[in-house]
T-cell receptor
């Protein structure tokens, strides 16, 4: 079993829709939970991270962590074509950052 | 502005060649990392370094070595390239104590023929 599981998609939604991206993890040692965004032919960039269970909001983006079920989510409100990218969840614990495989998202104008 | 640069965007090499991938960061970060990214497998850690002349194996170090002679530069070496090392290689850096916040370079797409 992989330490971090993420549906690879691809996921296509119309502009303006709410997008939900999800990951599950198996390692209870994970302390930080991150979302990275990767545009085509670019390196990943950190979108947001959270330490505890609950929600963290940054503009149109909300990261949600449920440690009891080992489930993390990223919600994008009012999605824009510029949000089209691959989104990778990342979990940090035991001095190591472990990534999911990434979900490829396309926002259709 | 934070910047991580990689020496090449695209590289084509032949089986058996020695390959050097260079990474430079200008943020005075202590930590540097090399990953490879493959479809369906995501990002996998090859090697990392916490300080100059220090190196630690990641999850898939076989067939690779690294060198960190200066704080800003971290090199990945493929001693004898093989076709299964065809991949996207990504370098990243972070401050000491902030491994969760890594800054990535643009990547090098390596093809081994």
């Amino acid at each position: 079993q992989k330490e971090v599981e993420q549906d690879p998609g691809p996921l296509s939604v119309p502009e303006g829709a709410i997008v939900s991206l999800n990951c599950t993890y198996s390692n209870s040692a994970f302390q930080y939970f991150m979302w990275y965004r990767q545009y085509s032919r670019k390196g990943p960039e950190l979108l947001m991270y959270t330490y505890s269970s609950g929600n963290k909001e940054d503009g149109r983006f909300t990261a949600q962590v449920d440690k009891s079920s080992k489930y993390i989510s990223l919600f994008i409100r009012d999605s824009q074509p510029s949000d089209s990218a691959t989104y990778l969840c990342g979990n940090f614990g035991n001095e190591k950052l472990t990534f999911g495989t990434g979900t490829r998202l396309t926002i259709i104008p | 502005d934070v910047k991580v640069t990689q020496s090449s965007r695209y590289l084509v090499k032949r089986t058996g060649e020695k390959v050097f991938l260079e990474c430079v960061q200008d943020m005075d970060h202590e930590n540097m990392f090399w990953y490879r990214q493959d479809p369906g497998l995501g990002l996998r850690l090859i090697y990392f370094s916490y300080d100059v002349k220090m190196k630690e194996k990641g999850d898939i170090p076989e067939g690779y070595s690294v060198s960190r002679e200066k704080k800003e530069r971290f090199s990945l070496i493929l001693e004898s390239a093989s076709t299964n090392q065809t991949s996207m290689y990504l370098c990243a850096s972070s401050l000491d104590g902030e491994i969760n916040t890594q800054y990535f370079g643009p990547g090098t797409r390596l093809t081994v023929l």
